[in-house]
């Protein structure tokens, strides 16, 4: 992809400037006096990025902002601001802008955003395409990963798949077993039909013959009409068997009985019902140790364990960690109808840092919760530092006050504390505080500060 940045300013001395930052980077650079000239050049699926001053005579930054985000939401657009500009910000970011910038500029922080803000666009624009290509293809739904181990385990799928043998699921819960099992079936002859998975530890034992292999009217009391079970209902396809270590014995004979003679049985009928279905197993517990116990059957564990898969734990790909995590911040951001969130080098460091004893399915839930409240679980986040705790006990004994006062007394403390620190840097603060740039300009302009009061000088 090229990478191509359009500047936009009635300041032409600017914009000579600029020419001169960005020529010795890999940026394609153009600049515009005229912004509608610039909005005449782009076109639907544009890959670069405009950074746009607000102030301009013809028209202001918010009227290109929003004819870019008619023309295609997904561009990328960085506002120029003068210092201070909080309403502006808040305007601009609000509107959808990706980012902004405080005049004079940074070199090292427009480099780097405008890195970003096409890494995004590129993201954005390579979802799409995936989308479309799923919804038009009857092809296998890919799952994501690009470390050593999930290529060869999709290379290892795509064989398994070609068989209707039965296959053991070996892997840790969260793992995505559901997921890989769905890719195998994509991936075989049976994508055309059904494929169902139970989880055989949440259905009641006195549910799960009825539930699995159907019934016929009057078969128990309430049973007023026939029902077809699971197998039936898949006939042709492929049923995914999670946890089919909780499988009671009597249901075990039953699966047994299948596999070996591709017959079910409805309960309240001695009609033997031919079907063709490919079963895929998952068990939490080591079936082998259950087999030992003689808590599973070993007829039925050798039946089950034709094609055994190892599924790796997520610590044991950190590589594909960042790859997930931003997957379903794309996601969730959509779901939500948030703006498009990218994490931090931060925020990824603390994920590879983490041990992930949840899998995959911890990863997404910590990512859903990041996109709806702006920070990460409790104990994915580094303990509080002492000067963190010295102020914490400062206001959490302000007599009489409510504890909303209190926690805004706290906030309004710290964010000053930082912009000290930071000698009125609103961007190292937002990086220090590990909070989003828009949730930060929110409390500034509930707690009037202002950024330009802590500049040294």
């Not at 666009?121 to 690009?146: A, D, H, V, W, Y």
């Amino acid at each position: 992809m090229s990478k191509e940045i359009y500047f936009v300013d009635d300041d032409k001395n600017f914009l000579h400037a600029m020419k001169l930052i960005m020529r010795k980077t890999s940026f394609k650079t153009k600049t515009f006096s005229d912004p509608l000239e610039m909005l005449s050049e782009i076109e639907i699926g544009w890959q670069g990025v405009v950074v746009t001053d607000i102030n301009m005579p013809l028209i202001d930054g918010f009227e290109v902002l929003s004819r870019l985000k008619q023309l295609d939401e997904g561009i990328p657009v960085i506002v120029l601001t003068g210092n201070g500009e909080v309403e502006n910000v808040l305007k601009a970011l609000r509107a959808g802008a990706y980012d902004f910038l405080e005049k004079p500029l940074s070199k090292e922080y427009l480099i780097t955003s405008a890195n970003r803000a096409l890494e995004r666009r590129q993201l954005t624009i390579e979802n799409k395409t995936l989308r479309q290509k799923i919804n038009k293809s009857s092809g296998p739904k890919e799952f994501i990963g690009q470390s050593a181990s999930m290529i060869r385990l999709k290379d290892t799928l795509k064989t398994v798949a070609l068989s209707d043998a039965s296959v053991m699921l070996i892997g840790e819960t969260g793992a995505g077993k559901e997921v890989i099992s769905n890719y195998i079936h994509q991936c075989s002859d049976r994508t055309s039909k059904k494929f169902t998975a139970i989880n055989c530890g949440a259905i009641p034992e006195n549910l799960m013959d009825s539930e699995l292999f159907g019934h016929e009217v009057g078969a128990f009391t309430g049973a007023t009409s026939a029902r077809k079970g699971k197998f039936e209902e898949c006939n042709g396809g492929t049923l995914f068997l999670d946890e089919v270590n909780s499988m009671p014995m009597s249901m075990q004979v039953k699966l047994l009985r299948f596999l070996e003679e591709r017959v079910i049985e409805k309960v309240g009928s001695n009609k033997l019902i031919p079907l063709d279905v490919r079963i895929i197993a998952a068990s939490q517990a080591p079936l082998k140790e259950l087999v030992e116990k003689g808590d599973f059957r070993e007829d039925l564990y050798y039946r089950l364990n034709v094609i055994p898969v190892k599924i790796p734990a997520l610590r044991e790909r950190p590589d594909d960690i960042p790859l997930l995590f931003n997957h379903f911040l794309f996601q969730f951001c959509t779901q939500y109808k948030r703006d498009l969130s990218e994490a931090s080098p931060q925020i990824i460091s603390k994920l590879i840092a983490y041990n992930w004893p949840g899998n995959v399915r911890e990863l997404r839930n910590v990512a859903e919760r990041y996109v709806i409240t702006g920070t990460l679980a409790e104990n994915l986040n580094e303990p509080n530092n002492p000067q963190a705790t010295q102020v914490d006990s400062q206001f959490s004994s302000s007599d009489g006050l409510p504890i909303g006062d209190r926690v805004g007394q706290f906030e309004k403390h710290l964010i000053e504390e930082e912009l000290k620190k930071q000698n009125g840097s609103v961007v190292n603060t937002c990086a220090s505080l590990g909070t989003p740039r828009k949730t930060l300009y929110d409390k500034m302009k509930k707690y009037d500060i202002k950024p330009a009061d802590y500049k040294n000088g």
